[in-house]
C-alpha cells in the first residue's frame, strides 16, 4: 500500500479500530483551537443536505456508527467520497455491509431524531485511482427519498464557485482537534478555495501525496488552524449555495503549509 493511502484513511481506520483514537501520521500538531478544525457547531436543521454514512455493525454505537460524511444531491441519492466504501475503510465489500445507513435530520450522533435511510445500492466512479485518490466520489441510492428541500445543487464546471479566494465551508462529525477526537454533534469551518498551485506544492508526489488538479481542489486557511479533519471525508465542501468538493485527503489537519484536498464534483463524470 502506498502512503498517500495510509495517511488519507489513517483516521478513519483508528475509529473504527479503537472508536476514537487516531494516531496522526504527521509529527506537526493541529492548531490549538483548531469541523473539523477550527470549526463551529451548526444545526442540520439550517443545512439539511448534510447527511452522515453510518453502519454500527463495522464502527460501533456510541456515535451511531458514523464513519463518514455524504451530501444530498437528489432525494434519492447521496454524494460521497470514493474512498468512504472502500475495502480498506468497511473492512469488505459494501455490498456486504448489511446495515448500511443514511442518516439525515440528525445534529447530535447520540440523539434519535431525523431519520437513518437504508443503502439500496451504490456507485463509485470508474475513474477512482485508489493510489493516486483521484476521482475520489460516490453515489449511494437511498431506499427511501428525502424531500426535495433537503437538495443542495451541484455547482457546474466554470461556476464562479470554484475560483480562488472564494470563501467556502465544509461541514463534518469528524476530528475537532487532529487527535482522535471525534465529534458527536455536526461542526462546519470557513475555509478559502485556493490556487492549485498551493497544494501542488504541498503535495507534490512522494510520501505527501500528489495533488491532481483535474479532479481535485484544493481548500484551507493560509495561515493554519482551519480544515477538514479525519472523520469527515465525503462531507460538503459549498461556497455560494452550491456543492463544490467533497473532504478527500490532506497531510495533517489544520496545518498552514497542508491544505485541506477535495474532490472537484464538476470534474467527475455522473451515471
Ligand atoms: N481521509 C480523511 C477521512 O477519511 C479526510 C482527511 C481530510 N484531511 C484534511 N486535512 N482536510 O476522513
Known sequence: MRPLFVRALTGTLALAATGGVAPLADPVPAAADSVVVGGFPVRVSDTPWVVALAS??????????????GVVIAPTKVMTAAHCLSRTVLGGEVSQVRDLRVIAGRTE????????IA???????????????SSDLALLTLADALPESQVIPVAPEGDQAYV????????GWGDTEGNGSYATALRAAEVTILAD??????????????YDASTMLCA????????????????????H?????????????????????????????LP
Do not use: M
Not at 56 to 69: E, H, M, P, S, V
Not at 164 to 171: E, L, S
Not at 241 to 269: E, F, M, N, Q
Open 119 to 133: 443503502v439500496s445500492g451504490s456507485w463509485v466512479s470508474p475513474a477512482y485511482n485508489p493510489r493516486t485518490n
Open 109 to 116: 450522533l447520540t440523539a434519535s431524531d431525523g431519520r437513518e
Open 164 to 171: 480562488p479566494g472564494t470563501a467556502a465551508t465544509v461541514f
Open 56 to 69: 454500527r455493525d463495522r464502527f460501533g454505537g456510541t456515535r451511531a456508527g458514523q464513519f463518514c460524511g
Open 241 to 269: 449555495g452550491k456543492l463544490i468538493g467533497l473532504v478527500s485527503w490532506g497531510s495533517g489537519c489544520g496545518k498552514a503549509d497542508s491544505p485541506g484536498v477535495y474532490t472537484r464534483v464538476s470534474a467527475v463524470r
Open 220 to 239: 484551507g486557511d493560509p495561515r493554519g488552524g482551519h480544515d477538514a479533519c479525519q472523520g469527515d471525508s465525503g462531507g460538503p465542501l459549498v461556497a
Open 197 to 210: 498551485r498551493n497544494c501542488q506544492t504541498a503535495y507534490p508526489g512522494g510520501l505527501s501525496g500528489r
